[in-house]
T-cell receptor, first 115, second 117 residues
């Protein structure tokens, strides 16, 4: 059974720091991995999607990497800003669900960026 | 346009009421999903529709009844709910992985905050 873990559960940093959020998964048989952002009481905003054949994806100050063989992904945020404060969720789509798109989520990392 | 629209944003209902949640997308996605999210927990999958047919029901109680009337709309009909069903209900859509589609990036709506009293 696929399990997704995110460490740390919470993180507080001063503005301007570069930071890394971690995501690990137990079964490397995945179709893709997606990172989301969630503000309190709101829906999920898609940040980056990495296909299983890719090593990384970049969008602005965000860079996500994927090492499928070791079951790890990282989300790198450069020059953090108070507006980056939110909960960050990673989710994997396992192989074997190719006709459904089912996502399995980690517990999330709650980030606070202090001015 | 990568928007998934959910209505209503907030809903308070009694345990004997019948209500419906609605979800709409115009991205041409043929997979649509309902998730339930409790406070400080990740979303949990409830239902998946692929090409307007129910493909996954994650053992959800029958008091929740999904409906996909066409490729752009997804409904969740609620009846005789319990207070423990209070949660944020999220709708999502993506291209369906069926038929070899590669980019299955999922897009979520803002959710309906449901309170059962």
């Amino acid at each position: 059974k696929q399990e997704v873990t995110q460490i740390p559960a919470a993180l507080s940093v001063p503005e301007g720091e570069n930071l890394v959020l971690n995501c690990s998964f137990t079964d490397s048989a995945i179709y893709n991995l997606q990172w989301f952002r969630q503000d309190p009481g709101k829906g999920l905003t898609s940040l980056l999607l990495i296909q299983s054949s890719q090593r990384e994806q970049t969008s602005g100050r965000l860079n996500a990497s994927l090492d499928k063989s070791s079951g790890r992904s990282t989300l790198y945020i450069a020059a953090s800003q108070p507006g980056d404060s939110a909960t960050y969720l990673c989710a994997v789509r396992p192989l074997g669900t190719s006709n459904t798109g089912k996502l399995i989520f980690g517990q999330g990392t709650t980030l606070q960026v202090k001015p | 346009d990568t928007e998934v629209t959910q209505t209503p944003k907030h809903l308070v209902m009694g345990m004997t009421n019948k209500k419906s949640l609605k979800c709409e997308q115009h991205m041409g996605h043929r997979a649509m999903y309902w998730y339930k999210q409790k406070a400080k927990k990740p979303p949990e999958l409830m239902f998946v529709y692929s090409y307007e047919k129910l493909s996954i029901n994650e053992s959800v109680p029958s008091r929740f009844s999904p409906e996909c009337p066409n490729s752009s709309l997804l409904n969740l009909h609620l009846h005789a709910l319990q207070p423990e069903d209070s949660a944020l209900y999220l709708c999502a859509s993506s291209h369906s992985p069926a038929r070899g589609r590669q980019n299955t990036e999922a897009f979520f709506g803002q959710g309906t905050r449901l309170t059962v009293v």
